[in-house]
């Protein structure tokens, strides 16, 4: 009896701790906005379906997002498919009139929106591996001030920042997109831990990020944004530039997170060569640090993991008691680079 009603506990508080997340992700992406325009796609009844699903099954409401993107994607697909055209139409023949200068920069790019004085612990700790591991690089950060020293931004972009319309998460793939096209080099996450040297090829790529896809696995990547290394002008990102412009013209909310994503894949098969001469990482090796982060440490297993990759995709939202457990890797990630 005791057990039954502990297990039952146990579920409500995860129900209730996945609802407060979901709640959150709702409020953020635009709120009552965003639920007049998957009303307006046909998706109240099935995501009301699929959230039903989730709490008497008892699983993550994450299984709502693929119920979105069978009809958000292919929509966003058609919609912006004639603006990547043009998009690609007017690089082209920039490109061909030598008007586009391309060149690699030794710059860092490290973005934190709140300022650097309100890092995080862990942010923290990154960025101090970044300095660390890759000293002899121009590390630059940026904040939701010092931004516009550096690029200028659409008018209606800044004004639906400024309006709250447009989240952080999406911002700063606005600003990583303008800060890569205009002056080169390397964006790496603020929760992205470099563990070790990264490799030139990386560094030094017209265009380089991890990957999802197997290696020679298909010819549409699925890639990860969370660190990027380009040349300035690079012809994909600035394809994906004014498709996202074009984006936030049309929309003051986030229908769909990993617009980026497909934009990338759109603009990318416009390029073929941009893809076959990427450098190629496997983005879910980068993650294994995360799933582990609140075990025990163990001085081994650490090296095996700091040492198989360069880099790491770590979160700014650890659980209380990921945090409170000084014994595990997470507190040892804070305590090696303090």
């Not at 709640?23 to 699929?50: A, D, H, N, S, T």
């Amino acid at each position: 009896m005791l057990a039954d009603t502990l297990s039952l506990t146990v579920c409500a508080i995860s129900i209730m701790r996945n609802f407060s997340n979901l709640l959150f992700r709702f409020r953020q992406f635009g709120g009552f906005c965003l639920f007049r325009e998957y009303v307006r796609m046909g998706l109240f009844w099935p995501v009301v379906k699929e959230f039903c699903s989730c709490v008497l099954g008892r699983h993550s409401f994450k299984s709502i997002y693929p119920v979105i993107g069978k009809v958000v994607v292919p929509m966003l697909r058609s919609r912006y498919h004639l603006a990547m055209l043009e998009c690609y139409g007017k690089c082209h023949r920039q490109i061909s009139a030598g008007e586009i200068k391309q060149a690699k920069s030794n710059i860092i790019w490290f973005c934190w929106l709140q300022g650097k004085e309100s890092f995080p612990p862990i942010v923290r700790a990154c960025y101090h591996a970044i300095v660390r591991n890759l000293g002899e690089k121009e590390v630059r950060v940026i904040d939701g001030l010092n931004y516009r020293d550096y690029i200028g931004l659409p008018l209606h972009i800044e004004r639906k920042w400024q309006a709250g319309r447009i989240p952080p998460a999406m911002f700063s793939d606005i600003i990583r997109l303008e800060l890569l096209i205009k002056y080169g080099g390397t964006w790496i996450d603020s929760t992205v831990l470099v563990t070790n040297q990264i490799p030139e090829e990386y560094l030094n790529a017209n265009l380089f990020m991890p990957q999802y896809t197997k290696q020679g696995g298909a010819d549409s990547l699925d890639i990860s944004n969370w660190f990027i290394s380009a040349s300035s002008n690079n012809e994909v990102l600035l394809v994906i530039r004014d498709l996202i412009a074009a984006y936030w013209r049309d929309y003051d909310c986030v229908v769909w997170y990993y617009v980026f994503h497909l934009f990338f894949k759109m603009a990318s098969k416009q390029f073929p060569e941009s893809l076959s001469d990427m450098p190629y990482a496997y983005s879910p090796d980068s993650l294994c640090l995360l799933h582990h982060w609140a075990e025990s440490f163990n001085e081994e297993k650490w090296h095996r993991v700091s040492q198989c990759v360069p880099f790491h995709k770590l979160s700014c939202r650890p659980s209380k008691e990921v945090v409170e457990d000084q014994g595990n890797y997470y507190n040892a990630i804070l305590n090696e680079y303090s």
